[in-house]
T-cell receptor, first 113, second 112 residues
């Protein structure tokens, strides 16, 4: 099955700096890569996703890049703000053949004011 | 309001006492799933369901059962809970035009 690895496990940045979280996956059939944000005590929520036919996707301060050849994808947050502090999870699966969701182990991002 | 609900939100029980965590969604999604979340391990899928009467094992199904008799409900059953099933559990449904996965609020289970 798929194996998703996520790094780093914790990340501390100064407000206004950029943050990058990286994930690798093992199954070349995976074609959908969502990112979730989980604030303390709350449920995970989708913040951005990317499909395998696209190399990059941006949504305001958040962007995701995908390198299919190397089987890795990354979350980029620019101009970080204290409210970006949360745990971020990446995931991989085969879309349109929904079966198993494979999540990374999470990155705890701390944005210092 | 589109949502996934779970009950109970908190549960403390003892080893061996059967329990059920309910999950319901009002978005008419076909795909539903159960996850457990443990520190350092992220979210691990327990069971998922592609549609009514169709369920399959995720990565950590041992000790759990599910059923999908109707589209909106997907209960998680622990026939004989053990302390290693102490965890935070999330139900989720996936669907809609953007294939977004929506999570329930979570159920914190402690098995003594």
């Amino acid at each position: 099955g798929e194996n998703v690895e996520q790094h780093p496990s914790t990340l501390s940045v100064q407000e206004g700096d950029s943050a990058v979280i990286k994930c690798t996956y093992s199954d070349s059939a995976s074609n959908y890569f969502p990112w979730y944000k989980q604030e303390l005590g709350k449920r995970p929520q989708l913040i951005i996703d990317i499909r395998s036919n696209v190399g990059e996707k941006k949504d305001q301060r958040i962007a995701v890049t995908l390198n299919k050849t190397a089987k890795h994808f990354s979350l980029h947050i620019t101009e970080t703000q204290p409210e970006d502090s949360a745990v971020y999870f990446c995931a991989a699966l085969v879309l349109y053949n929904f079966n198993k969701f494979y999540f990374g182990s999470g990155t705890k991002l701390n944005v210092k004011p | 309001e589109a949502q996934v609900t779970q009950n109970p939100r908190y549960l403390i029980t003892v080893t061996g006492k059967k329990l059920t965590v309910t999950c319901s969604q009002n978005m008419n999604h076909e795909y539903m799933s159960w996850y457990r979340q443990d520190p350092g391990l992220g979210l691990r899928q327990i069971y998922y369901s592609m549609n009514v009467e169709v369920t399959d094992k995720g990565d950590v199904p041992e000790g759990y059962k599910v059923s999908r008799k109707e589209k909106r409900n997907f209960p998680l059953i622990l026939e004989s809970p053990s302390p290693n099933q102490t965890s935070l559990y999330f139900c989720a449904s996936l669907g809609g035009p953007y294939n977004e996965q929506f999570f329930g609020p979570g159920t914190r289970l402690t098995v003594l």
